[in-house]
């Protein structure tokens, strides 16, 4: 009896959750599709939020680096906008056809016995299109994204919002403790990740992410969940 005992603790599994990266972790870089979704998001900053071409570059630098995602950026500075109608524009007129089937990664997948989630700050429809064509559809138990951490963007009222200078406070200060907080959930933010963890019901030292970006993992450390990179995934599945 207490042998069995000791052999069921040895077999106790040291992890029960995977949560996976999308862009850029399952499928890799070289697809360009990142260069794809930061051209499309420069295209929607200058002709729906009429934004001067001149300035998207150093905005969105600035918006990416303080806040995780140029959207969660725009919306702490000011700018209101229907979350879907961002999307569609940004993802919705991607080459997906550069994203490639990965029956190597499907068979890896389907042989680990272990619980298997999404976590990316895309939309849905992105994500479902994505592993599609990764042919990685039927290989997690759910996607966490963008809809299930943000409620609807509220409807813009009559009146001009009133943008912050995210520029000019940077040219007079180099500190980011005055900035304005954004409403959008999303890495790197640590309240993302909690948020994440709880609807899924996932326990934080029991569970393993794969992330493409460092900010990501660095961040997340703060919940006690081990990360690792794409590097990483890839050492693993072929040693």
Not at 13 to 33: A, V
Not at 83 to 103: C, Q, S, T, W
């Amino acid at each position: 009896m207490e042998f069995e005992d000791r052999c069921h603790k040895v077999q106790e599994p040291k992890f029960d959750c995977l949560l996976f990266d999308l862009d850029d972790t399952l499928y890799p870089l070289s697809s360009g599709i990142a260069g794809h979704v930061k051209k499309n998001i420069e295209d929607y900053m200058v002709e729906k939020l009429g934004i001067d071409e001149s300035k998207i570059e150093n905005l969105g630098n600035l918006l990416y680096k303080n806040y995780g995602t140029t959207m969660a950026g725009l919306r702490a500075i000011g700018y209101s906008f229907d979350y879907d109608e961002y999307h569609a524009f940004v993802h919705g007129r991607l080459p997906y056809d550069n994203i490639k089937p990965d029956p190597v990664l499907k068979h890896i997948l389907k042989n680990l016995r272990i619980r298997k989630l999404i976590f990316t700050n895309g939309d849905k429809v992105h994500a479902v299109r994505a592993l599609k064509r990764l042919g990685l559809e039927d290989c997690f138990e759910g996607i966490i994204c963008f809809e299930t951490l943000n409620p609807p963007c509220p409807p813009q009222g009559d009146q001009e919002p009133e943008i912050f200078d995210i520029a000019g406070h940077f040219a007079r200060s180099s500190t980011a403790d005055e900035l304005p907080k954004t409403p959008v959930l999303c890495k790197p933010n640590v309240d993302a990740m909690e948020e994440a963890l709880r609807i899924a019901n996932v326990n934080p030292h029991k569970a393993i992410f794969f992330d493409d970006s460092v900010r990501n993992i660095l961040a997340e450390k703060a919940e006690d969940v081990l990360y690792a990179d794409r590097v990483a995934i890839e050492t693993s599945v072929t040693a």
